[in-house]
């Protein structure tokens, strides 16, 4: 089946501050999205972008598909941006596969 | 919100005792999925359904049991419980496949 790594696993940021996440992934896909598991363990979904660039607020998101990769970017970090982000990938026969995820910690 | 009802939220059982948790979604979405969470493990598929009576295995299928008799609710059974299957459990529906997934508020289940 389909591998998705997503790095880096953890990831502490004070406040104000932006990062990046990376989803890799082995095959083609047909669909890929970025969720945020908040403290409460609601899965909230962020982005569905199997290709391109997508933005929302301080959230954005970019998926190279000819190159199996997805960025989901972060701007000015808040502690409500705290929690799990997974990304998951979907390819002919399958379905949604997760990744193990991204724990990020925003400190005040 | 996409309209997804998990029942119940919370559930303490004995091994060898069934269990039957309830997803009901109000969207008529075709497409409908069982996900366990486990640390160190991310989400994993155990069921889904891609329409009445029809469903299929997922990766983690062993000791489950999936039924939809209408549009709006899947259920999933655990014929016999056992401690390797304390979770958290996941609904998800999409409308198609390949196609945005929306996910339920999760089941914390328990088995003693």
């Known amino acids: 089946g389909i591998q998705v790594e997503q790095s880096p696993p953890d990831l502490i940021l004070q406040e104000g501050a932006n990062s990046t996440l990376r989803c890799n992934f082995s095959?083609?896909?047909?669909?890929l999205q970025w969720f945020h598991q908040n403290p409460w363990g609601q899965l909230i979904n962020l982005f569905y972008?199997?290709?391109g660039t997508k933005q929302n607020g301080r959230l954005s998101a970019t998926t190279v598909a000819t190159e199996r990769y997805s960025l989901l970017y972060i701007s000015s970090s808040q502690t409500t941006d705290s929690g799990v982000y997974f990304c998951?990938?979907?390819?002919?026969?399958?379905?949604?596969?997760f990744g193990e995820g991204t724990q990020l910690t925003v400190n005040p | 919100d996409a309209g997804i009802t998990q029942s119940p939220r919370h559930k303490v059982t004995e091994t060898g005792t069934p269990v039957t948790l309830r997803c009901h979604q109000t969207e008529n979405h075709r497409y409908m999925y069982w996900y366990r969470q486990d640390p160190g493990h991310g989400l994993r598929l155990i069921h889904y359904s891609y329409g009445v009576k029809d469903t299929d295995k997922g990766e983690v299928s062993d000791g489950y049991s999936v039924s939809r008799s209408k549009t709006e609710d899947f259920l999933l059974t655990l014929e016999s419980a056992t401690s390797s299957q304390t979770s958290v459990y996941f609904c998800?529906?999409?409308?198609?496949?390949?196609?945005?997934?929306?996910f339920g508020q999760g089941t914390r289940l328990t088995v003693v």
């Open positions: 998800a529906i999409s409308g198609t496949a390949n196609t945005e997934a929306f």
């Open positions: 972008i199997p290709s």
């Open positions: 998951a990938v979907e390819y002919s026969g399958s379905r949604l596969t």
């Open positions: 095959d083609s896909v047909n669909n």
